[in-house]
Structures are given as C-alpha cells and as structure tokens.
C-alpha cells in the first residue's frame, strides 16, 4: 500500500459506536503503523453521547488495541495520531453540528495550508442516513466534488424499493462518484486476487465456461451467532445481511467477462453486467431455488450454544432466518445452465468463505475401474477466510506397481509465499477512499441490481412464515432442505476446507 499524499480529514458519524471501534479503528491504527496516512491528516468524532475528546481518543485506543492484530500499541505513533484528533457532540438532525464541522475543517485548512478532502464515514444506523446527508447538504458540506467524499454503510435499504429510495436521496445531494458504498467483502485479498487470478494468468480464463465448469459452490459460513445485534438482526435475517451484498459481490468477481482496463467503472459495469444476467426466480419456483433455516441450541467447539430464539434481542418466536441458501442461473454465453450455488448462516460448525469450482468429468474414462474407488473430478478451492489461499485438485498416480488413482492438492498459501500479514479490508478500503479510489465499492446499479436478485425470495418467506423453526443444530452445517437443494441436481456439497499453513 503506497502513502497517502492529500490532506485528508476524516469525519466519523457515529464515533462513540460499534463500528468505529471495532473496524475503523483498528483500520486507522494500522495504517498510522505502517506510514500509510498523508502527513495532514486528522479525525473528528462526531457524536449523539456527550462523550467528550478524551472518551473519544480512548475508545479509539481500545478499539486499535483489540482488534489491530499487532502486539502492542506504538506509543510514539498513537500520540501522534492523538493530536490530530477532535470531538463534537450534538443531534445530527441539528445544525449546529454542521456549522461547528465548518469551523474545525477551516482552523485545520489555515494550519496545513491546504484544502484537504473531507470523508464523512457514517457509521450509523440507517435510520439517521438522511439526516446527516441533509444536514451536510444545508451546510453546503457535499458541494465540493473534489474534496467531499462519503461512505456508507450496508445496509443499503431493506429491499428494492428501499434501496432505490436511499440512492436517490444519496445522488440528490451527491455526485455518484462521491458516495462510496462500503461491502467489506471486497477490500479482503483474496476477494481482490480472484480478480488477479482469473485475469492475470493466461491458464485458467479458457476452461472458465460452461463448456469446462459443472457447477460453482460459495460458502460463507460463520460460527459466531447475531451477538449482540438481535434488534438488527431481526429485521434483516442472513439473505439481506450476508446474500444480497458479500456472497452476490464473491458470485460476480467469479462469472464477470474480463475486464478492459482496472478502471473503477469498467470493473462495476463487468459486475453490473452479471447481475443483470442472473435469470429471474419466479416466485412459484422460490420454493425449489432457496431455503432458509434458524438456527437451535447445539455446541461450537465444545462450547454450548444457545438457539437464536433465545438471544438477546429476538423474539421467542421468531421466524427470522440465520441461514440461506439458493440456486442462481446466469444467462449468458459463459454461463448458461451451470448451477451456482449460494449458502450461508450463522452457528455453522467453522468459520470459513471459499468458493469451490468443480469441473466436469473427463468425457472418457481410460483407467480400469480399479484405478480408483471413487472419480474425482478436478476442484478449485478459492479460500477467502480464515486462511487465504488456493487449492487445486486432481488426479494423480499413487506410488507402486499397479495403477492407483487419488486427489492430490497443489496448494498456494497466501501466508507461507509472501510471509506477511493481508491488510484487513476496512485498512484496504479506508486508504482506497482517501485516493479517491471506487473500484471496491458498490455503485448505485449494483446495490439495486442484487436487491432485484433476492426480491422474490424475500416476498415469498415474507408471506409464508417458515413452520420449521428451529430446523438446524447450532454447530451443524445447517438444515437438510440444503442438502436436498443442491441433491435435486446429483451433487452435493463439499466439506468447506483451509488449507493448511505451515
Ligand atoms: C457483516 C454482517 O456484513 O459481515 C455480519 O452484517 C457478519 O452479520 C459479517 O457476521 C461477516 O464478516 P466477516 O468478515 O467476519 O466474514
């Protein structure tokens, strides 16, 4: 990652909250760590709890100390960014806030001697979006198109309808290429080497059709439950929260058509172009395409596990669902008639996100039938977490007289080659929008474009509530109806595997 050049301020809604200290924290420290900032650089909290400067600093500090993955805090590097800080409190439905904004950008300006960008990251709930985009807006705030950047959060909406309503309001106060829409899926590695892979490597893009890959299976699954984001959580269940953003942004870095140059808008528009291709469910065949589940008690690593049901901030009978999974079709010339299948949930046995590419089979088998117990065809694992890497799989001879086949793994560790630690994405995607880079942020088009993908599914759970749940063990890997989704078709799922690092 290069330095930063331009004077940057960074202005956080919300900096008292969740995010900020768990994310844009430690984000920030590690990019102080490692010089990445510009020289003129400094954050100005913003927020509702009259918390003052140095609750502020220290909920910063504490954030960087948990969740930086580094030993300890630099001192040295910590004051430094401390004096670059400031903190305001008040309602962002009240001006005052905005004008006391004005101020602090003008005191630091004069002392740099520079205008500097202004990123107004809203790390809010969505229900105070508009407020602060109007309030900027009153205060003249969002009027340099240079210099006034601002991010935003997911969710984007809670459907359609929704979503197209905040992008409205977002573009009637800002330019489109000042608002960048955050999916932290796309500022992880690996997610950003698919790119590298599929389209620096001349080996691989020839086989990647339907004339060579079977069928493609995405995993997200996680073992943590909702924590403590019940209330969140409720209303938004694993198809909006996981599906319509990270697993549909995985889907198209690994089915859009090569890339004319890496230009923020040529990247969108390839991505743009697959959402639009996604063949339509039909809400009679909804049920055939997607299942849902909720997680019950069970055990994760020894340790018990209580239903969702029973958390904190969910209803006892709720029918949300912490668990989804889904068959798409892409229709296109790459891609017609080979299945992609989608899953996703909470208290899953590990924690893990790859995509695995299964090929088809050799059109003749020339080994005898004894050669092998059972036929293989290749595999391509794309580990995106815990441990980022990729794992070929094939057919090879086991040593001896007769002839023995079995999978074997030619492995690549992300870890073990380049022996240093990935950024995290929130690092990535801060430094990408002080440069003033969108290529891994969510156009307008593509937020509504997903959203058109899952609409169906959404009405249809909506209006038949599920009489299943609970329907899987926290600590499994989720409801039989999964098994039975991709079973329709003669497949099933692989068993998600990391490799291993030594
Ligand atoms: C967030 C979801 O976007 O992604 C969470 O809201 C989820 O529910 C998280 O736990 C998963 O992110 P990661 O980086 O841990 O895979």
Redesign the pocket.
Known sequence: MKTLKKPSILIIFGAMGDLTWRKLAPAIYNLVLQNHLPEQFAVIGLDGKDAGLEKFHQRLKDGAKHFCQCSEIADEKWDALAGNMRFLSGDFADQAIYSELKEQFKKLEDEWGHAANHIFYLATPPAVVSLIVNGLDQAGLAADREHARIVVE?PFGHDLASAVALNSLLTSVFDESQVYRID??LG?ETVQNILAFRFANALFEPIWDRRYIDHVQIT?S?Q?G?EH?GAY?EH?GALR??IQ??LMQLLCLITMEPMVSFEPNEIRNKKVDVLRAIRPIPEDQVGLMAVRGQYGDGSINGHKAKAYQEEPGVAGDSSTETFAAMKLFIDNWRWQDVPFYLRTG?RLQK?I?EVMIHFRPVPHQSFPNTASLAWQPNHLMIHI?PEEGIVLRFQAKEPGATMHLSPVDMKFSYLETFKTRSPE?YETLLADVMEGDATLFMRADQVEGSWSVIEPILKVWENTPPSDFPNYESGSWGPQSCDALIARDGHIWTLPEAPEVK
């Open positions: 997911k932290h899926y992880k997200v996680e943590v909702v984001r959580y938004a929260d996981m953003n990270h909470k924690k996100s977490q994405a």
